[in-house]
């Protein structure tokens, strides 16, 4: 007689790595965050790492007049991060140069 409930199973083990581009979770997520003031960061975050992201901020930087790096996060890996509120801006330009699809991409912030 075995005890089925024992087994050890992992429920998230199929979310940790979507199934094209290792995404994460498939979805690119673009997020806004309040510094001081009026002054906005945006976050990229689930981008692949195939991609050489620091190619990506220089052509972000230079399509939206704005600044920005790549951080590494502890639990996200590398993030870019872009100067103002460029949400809908990356998401243009994301989709334009195919590196996201439109429903991969989930956009947060007020």
């Known amino acids: 007689m075995s005890i ?7 429920p998230f083990a199929d979310a940790s790595k979507g199934a094209d581009d ?3 979770d498939g979805l690119v997520h673009i997020r806004i965050q309040q510094r001081n003031g009026r002054k906005t960061l945006t976050t990229v975050q689930g981008l692949s790492s195939d991609y050489d992201l620091k190619k990506i901020v220089r052509a972000c930087k ?11 996060h502890p639990e996200y890996g590398e993030v870019l991060q872009l100067q103002g509120d460029q949400r809908e801006n990356i998401c243009q ?3 334009k140069a195919g590196l996201a699809k439109p429903d991969q991409l989930k956009v947060h912030g007020f």
């Open 4 to 10: 089925q409930n024992l087994n050890t199973f992992d």
């Open 22 to 24: 290792d995404v994460q």
């Open 93 to 95: 330009w994301l989709t």
């Open 62 to 72: 230079k399509e939206f007049a704005c600044n920005g790096t790549v951080i590494e």
